[in-house]
């Protein structure tokens, strides 16, 4: 029975063999996982991408700004501006703006201001006012009390963003060059009480209504000091230009400031015995009362009981208004 079986075994071994199916051939290996292809570079649609090649949601760049008055470090910047209040008064304040790159949470308005000269002095919190694009925030900065100015002059200011966030809810870039640590930081000035004192006029009183002359020898007066005038020039072709007149004082040589509200070009002659022009300087005015106050025209009168003679324009404007002050 024993060699039967044996024969037997051996017979069926051979024809395994023959056939290519002999138990003993390992089964086809497995492909090794470490020569699989990367399982980030399947077409997986069911696999999640790994933890570590997904866009971290710290590293998303945040709403920058992009633009801002004051600017960005800048130094004497003014403390103190006005505004109309109401018919006989006017209030103080400083109005501060910054503008993003991209639209932003309207619901969230809040800044803090920091004084960094007197760090004793409590921060302030504040709510400003969004543009319609969410693009542009504008902070009035109040009185802290009713017997202080809005910011103190000379002092050093930050105005912290942090509470700020764009329209998907990043917060402000802190890195970005515009702000550099995504605060807005400068330093104020002094006053200007001589513009403040003409923005009173300018924002109180109604104008004096003036028709500058069309010829150059025979004008209208507007010379009296704290006066607030509303000149209409005449025709010139395709634009304005008309004459006034001023008389200077006997005794000295007087500075004259014009506080205008548009650039309006001016020049000034000394017409007492002849012809002989006078130095002026247009330059903008520093923005105390904006719009009502945008430029300044000024130029020293030679003292003597001299006349001279204003020429406003060529200009495209018909009518402008300025405060006319003697020093």
Known sequence: MRTVATTTLLATCALLALAGCDNDD??????????????????????EPDAGTQPDAGSVQGPTVIGSTPSEGETNVLPVEL??????????????????????????????LVDRTTPANAARTLTGTWSEDGLTLSVAIPRPESDLPPLEEETAYTLELGALRGAEGHAVDTSHAGL????????TGRRDGTTEHACAHALLESPVPVTASASPTIYPATDTSHEFYGLTLPASGTSFLG???????????????LYLNHPIPVAVHDTTEGEDAIATAL??????????????LKFTAPGGDRFLRLTFGPTERETFTFVFERY
């Not at 390992?26 to 069911?46: F, M």
């Not at 505004?83 to 969230?108: C, E, S």
């Open 26 to 47: 390992p089964v086809p290996p497995t492909p090794d996982a470490g020569t699989r292809p990367d399982a980030g570079s399947e077409p997986d649609a069911g696999r």
């Open 83 to 112: 505004f109309k209040a109401d018919a006989t008064t006017t209030g103080v304040r400083k109005l501060v703006t910054l503008t993003f790159d991209t639209p932003m949470d309207t619901t969230a308005a809040e800044v803090t």
């Open 180 to 187: 550099g640590d995504g605060q807005l930081d400068f330093t």
């Open 243 to 257: 004459y006034t007149e001023v008389v200077s004082g006997e005794s000295r040589d007087e500075p004259v400031i």
């Open 283 to 296: 330059e903008p005015a520093r923005p105390v009362c904006l719009p009502a106050i945008t430029h300044t």
